[in-house]
């Protein structure tokens, strides 16, 4: 699976849109980009994915460049609740296996 | 939608006693269940993969021994410790994948199980 890089961390105020960055140029064809948070003590909560399209659903964007060798992932109104790490992932087809970075330390203040 | 439910949610033991640590899938059948494990401040270490009816694969530096898996139903895997120290406290968490759903769904985790070891 191909290797991902983020930012240690990153703060934003509430209520601002927070922009996560990944680098992942070494993805393959048929490797798929995954985001997932994980707030203090709990597991991994799937957030959204995307293999080459730009995806919205009702917790986030990911918006991902056509060279597909990075993704940002958008939270379009950021609150105090989303301060956790966030994890971008790439996962390929043949393989169910998710193999965690170090993620982004997102912290949202007032 | 899919659930993975993980029992306990923390555990104190001590030190030489093995622990026990269930991951179940809610409404699906998981012929696959992943174990991690995470230290404080730090990522999720993939441990092994639990495969129903076979043994599991376990990573590289990840003692066999010491993480017993049983995957001996399509809805439950425990991952036991066995003569547990201190240096086995950690976060440890399962995920599966609902087979149903197309394979570049996401997996779901379980809310972890933190174990203390004194």
């Known amino acids: 699976d191909a290797k991902t890089t983020q930012p240690t961390s990153m703060d934003c105020a509430e209520g601002r849109a927070a922009n996560l960055p990944c680098n992942h140029s070494?993805?393959?064809?048929?490797?798929?980009v995954y985001w997932y948070r994980q707030i203090h003590s709990q597991g991994p909560q799937y957030i959204i994915h995307?293999?080459?399209n730009n995806e919205t659903n009702e917790m986030a964007s990911l918006i991902i460049t056509e060279d597909r060798k990075s993704s940002t992932l958008i939270l379009p109104h950021a609150t105090l609740r989303d301060t956790a790490v966030y994890y971008c992932?790439?996962?390929?087809?043949?393989?169910?296996?998710?193999?965690f970075g170090t993620g982004t330390r997102l912290q949202v203040f007032p | 939608g899919a659930v993975v439910s993980q029992h306990p949610s923390r555990v104190i033991c001590k030190s030489g006693t093995s622990v026990k640590i269930e991951c179940r899938s809610l409404?699906?059948?998981?012929?696959?269940m992943f174990w991690y494990r995470q230290f404080p401040k730090q990522s999720l270490m993939l441990m092994a993969t639990?495969?129903?009816?076979?043994?599991?694969?376990?990573e590289q530096g990840v003692e066999k021994d010491k993480f017993l898996i049983n995957h001996a139903s399509l809805t439950l895997s425990t991952l036991t410790v066995t003569s547990a120290h201190p240096e086995d406290s950690s976060f440890y968490i399962c995920?599966?994948?609902?087979?149903?759903?197309?394979?570049?769904?996401?997996?779901?985790f379980g809310n972890g199980t933190r174990l203390t070891v004194t």
């Open positions: 639990s495969n129903e009816g076979s043994k599991a694969t376990y």
């Open positions: 070494t993805i393959s064809g048929n490797e798929y």
């Open positions: 995307g293999l080459k």
């Open positions: 992932i790439v996962r390929g087809g043949n393989t169910d296996k998710l193999i």
């Open positions: 409404d699906f059948q998981a012929t696959t």
């Open positions: 995920s599966a994948r609902d087979p149903r759903v197309p394979h570049n769904s996401p997996l779901h």
